[in-house]
């Protein structure tokens, strides 16, 4: 480990000696590439260079080990066990700074949320994870928009596709792809009985045009009027998409704008990110089963995290953790479930789990 990471000092020192030079600054294409990778590495150095100043504060400090006075020994050996625990967290710091990065982490996201068992009670539930996501998006200052929605008569979602945009997206929400399961009395319960509800999650990276090629011939595109509750057409013209990709047969509609140009602009970008979630996971075959893999077919025993409403209790089932903070979480307290998550999956890379 510390042979790469002093490879990785002398290349950023280099770079600090590139980024100074009168042609490198004048080049901003070159500078702005030399700077971005001074930025990427500067974690690993700031933490190897604390690292090493621990180290040499160790070493200073063993010869007072041997100091003839007991109270000056104690203090010394308290000293040295302080500096050891810093030592064994700067180095687990710097095992995972040296993870391999995910070449999505810094990508928005397309979040996709389905009502899945339980009729309009996990339609109602899809609304407020939703609103959950939202609030943490809006928490750490990034933009949400929704690509398409189908709305139920009590104002939940049966889906709702929402592109979220900011720094490092996908790194913080890539884990929550699952089924997450809900359990609450609902409104319409007379009897007060508990009811199992369960939402389909789906978060893809979105795709630029580079990452994926679409070939119009590969589209049909089908336009048609949108329609709202209860069949009430929402506007005379046909502005409505839907875009049919005939190798894949993946279907994509929007028809949230009143400008057919627009729900196209839209349907293009999530069909994109769906494409590019396919071709990065080809070693599934097929793509129902690559779909399934991933989100489940939304039944209540496929499930990633549990939100108990009588108990105020969120519990992810993958790590075991459980809190009692389901109000703050779903008003967009995501971080005290994200991080221990993080932690997790970044413990399992460390051991190749």
């Known amino acids: 480990m510390f042979g790469k990471i002093r490879e990785i000092e002398d290349r950023y020192k280099q770079l600090e000696g590139d980024l100074a030079r009168p042609e490198i600054i004048?080049?901003?294409?070159?500078?702005?590439?030399?700077?971005?990778?001074?930025?990427?590495?500067?974690?690993?150095?700031?933490?190897?260079?604390?690292?090493?100043?621990?180290?040499?504060?160790?070493e200073n400090n063993r010869p007072l080990l041997d100091d003839p006075d007991p109270e000056m020994k104690n203090l010394v050996r308290e000293e040295?066990?302080?500096?050891k625990a810093s030592l064994s967290e700067l180095e687990k710091?710097?095992?995972?700074?040296?993870l391999p990065e995910d070449p999505n982490d810094e990508k928005n996201i397309l979040l996709e949320l389905r009502a899945g068992?339980?009729?309009?009670?996990?339609?109602?539930?899809?609304?407020e994870l939703f609103r959950m996501y939202s609030k943490y998006a809006e928490l750490h200052g990034w933009k949400t928009e929704i690509l398409n929605q189908h709305i139920t008569g009590i104002g939940g979602f049966k889906e709702v596709i929402v592109l979220i945009e900011g720094q490092?997206?996908?790194?913080?929400?890539?884990h929550e792809s699952g089924v997450h399961r809900v359990q609450r009395v609902p409104e319409t319960e007379t009897q007060g009985r508990i009811h199992t509800s369960a939402v389909t999650a789906a978060v893809l990276p979105e795709a630029?045009?580079?990452?994926v090629e679409v070939n119009s011939e590969d589209l049909r595109i089908d336009v048609y009027r949108s329609s709202g509750h209860g069949g009430q057409h929402v506007n005379v013209t046909?502005?409505?998409?839907?875009?049919?990709?005939?190798?894949?047969?993946?279907?994509?509609?929007?028809?949230?704008?009143?400008?057919?140009?627009?729900?196209k602009a839209k349907a293009m970008k999530v069909l994109r990110s769906?494409?590019?979630?396919?071709?990065?996971?080809?070693?599934?075959?097929?793509?129902?089963?690559?779909?399934?893999?991933?989100?489940?077919?939304?039944?209540?025993?496929?499930?990633i995290r549990t939100y108990n409403f009588p108990q105020g209790r969120v519990t992810d089932h993958r790590i075991k953790l459980t809190l009692y903070k389901l109000d703050s979480i779903l008003q967009g307290d995501l971080d005290v479930v994200l991080d221990p998550l993080i932690t997790h999956f970044q413990a399992e890379a460390l051991t190749g789990g």
């Open 93 to 98: 710091e710097l095992k995972v700074l040296l």
């Open 26 to 58: 004048r080049d901003q294409k070159v500078y702005q590439k030399y700077a971005k990778e001074h930025s990427q590495l500067t974690p690993i150095i700031t933490t190897f260079r604390k690292y090493k100043s621990v180290q040499e504060e160790m």
């Open 274 to 303: 769906r494409l590019l979630d396919i071709e990065q996971k080809e070693q599934q075959s097929k793509i129902s089963e690559e779909r399934k893999s991933m989100v489940g077919s939304g039944d209540r025993s496929e499930k």
């Open 168 to 174: 490092k997206v996908y790194s913080r929400l890539k």
């Open 117 to 127: 068992t339980g009729g309009d009670e996990a339609a109602l539930f899809a609304a």
């Open 238 to 263: 046909d502005s409505a998409v839907r875009i049919t990709h005939l190798p894949s047969g993946l279907v994509v509609t929007c028809q949230d704008e009143k400008s057919q140009h627009k729900n």
């Open 208 to 211: 630029e045009e580079v990452d």
């Open 80 to 83: 040295m066990d302080s500096l």
